[in-house]
C-alpha cells in the first residue's frame, strides 16, 4: 500500500496521471467510478485534461460501485445521475460504456448477479477510484461486511444516511434505507485501486485502513490484502497517521 499525503490539487493530479497512464497504454481500459465528494477533483482534473489536453475516454468503459434502491430515475441524488453530472458529460465516455447497479430493478437479487457477470465480461476494472465513509465503509459495504462479499443488496447504516442527509436537503428520512453495493471481494479483483480521503473527519477512518488489523468492522482494511493500492489523503485525513 503506497500512502502520499498532500493537498488536495496535488492528489487530484496524482489520481488523475493513474488514469491517463491506464488510457493511453489501454484506450479500452475498464474504469471504477466512485461517487461522493472524494473523487470530485480528480474528475474536475480529467475533466480538463479533456477539454484541454485531448485526454480521450472514448474507447473506455466503466463500471460504478453502488447504487441507491429505489430512487427515482430522474432523481438528482440517484447515482447514475451524479456520475453524469460529475464526470461522463464533461468527458466522451460514450453512455452507453457507463454501467452501475439497477437501484429500480423488480429484481434486486436478480440485478447484483448480473452486474457481477457484466464486470467480469468486461475483464474485470483496470483502475478502481474510492473514497472511504467516516465508519470505514467503501463503496457501501458497512461495518461487519463479509470480507469475501459481492455485489448484493445492503443497509446502510444510520451513520451513513447521516452523513449523506447532505445530499437531501439535510433531510433523513429522505435517504434511501437500502442500496446494491459491489462486495469487498469484487472492489478487491480490481487491478489497481486507488482511494481518496480529504478532512479530518476522514482521519480515524484513514488510520484504521492504512495501521489497523484486517477486520469486518472496519471495512477499508480489507485493501491491505491488495497487491496495488494507492491511498492519497490531505494532512487532516493523515493525522492519526
Ligand atoms: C458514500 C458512498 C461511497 C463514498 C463514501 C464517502 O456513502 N457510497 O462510495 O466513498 O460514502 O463519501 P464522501 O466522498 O462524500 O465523503
Redesign the pocket.
Known amino acids: 500500500m503506497e500512502v502520499v499525503v498532500a493537498p488536495v490539487a496535488e492528489l487530484a493530479r496524482l489520481a488523475a496521471d493513474a488514469v491517463q497512464r491506464l488510457l493511453t497504454a489501454r484506450p479500452e481500459a475498464v474504469l471504477g467510478l ?6 470530485l477533483a480528480v474528475y474536475d482534473e480529467l475533466a480538463r485534461r479533456h477539454a484541454e489536453e485531448g485526454l480521450t475516454f472514448a474507447r473506455a468503459r466503466a463500471f460504478m ?2 447504487e441507491y434502491v429505489g430512487l427515482p430515475a430522474d432523481h438528482p441524488e440517484r447515482y447514475r445521475n451524479v456520475i453524469e453530472r460529475d464526470l461522463v458529460s464533461r468527458v466522451d465516455l460514450a453512455p452507453g460504456a457507463v454501467h452501475g447497479p439497477d437501484g429500480l430493478a423488480a429484481d434486486l437479487a436478480g440485478a447484483c448477479a448480473s452486474y457481477e457477470r457484466a464486470i467480469a465480461d468486461a475483464g474485470g476494472v483496470d483502475l478502481q477510484l ?4 467516516t465508519d470505514g ?4 459495504n458497512e461495518p461487519g461486511s463479509s470480507l469475501a462479499s459481492r455485489t448484493r443488496i445492503k443497509t446502510l447504516t444510520r451513520q ?1 444516511r447521516e ?2 442527509a447532505r445530499f437531501f436537503g439535510d433531510d433523513l428520512d429522505a435517504v434511501p434505507t437500502h442500496c446494491l453495493t459491489q462486495g469487498l471481494a469484487t472492489i478487491l479483483s480490481a487491478r489497481h485501486l486507488v482511494l481518496l480521503a480529504q478532512g479530518r473527519h476522514k482521519a480515524e477512518a484513514v488510520h484504521q485502513l492504512v495501521e489497523g488489523p484486517v477486520s469486518a468492522m472496519w471495512p477499508a482494511t480489507v485493501l491491505q490484502m491488495h497487491p496495488h493500492v494507492t491511498v492519497l489523503v490531505d494532512e487532516p485525513a493523515a493525522s492519526r497517521l
Open positions: 466512485a461517487t461522493g465528494s472524494s473523487p460501485l453502488d474510492l473514497g472511504i465513509g465503509h467503501v463503496a457501501f451513513t452523513d449523506n
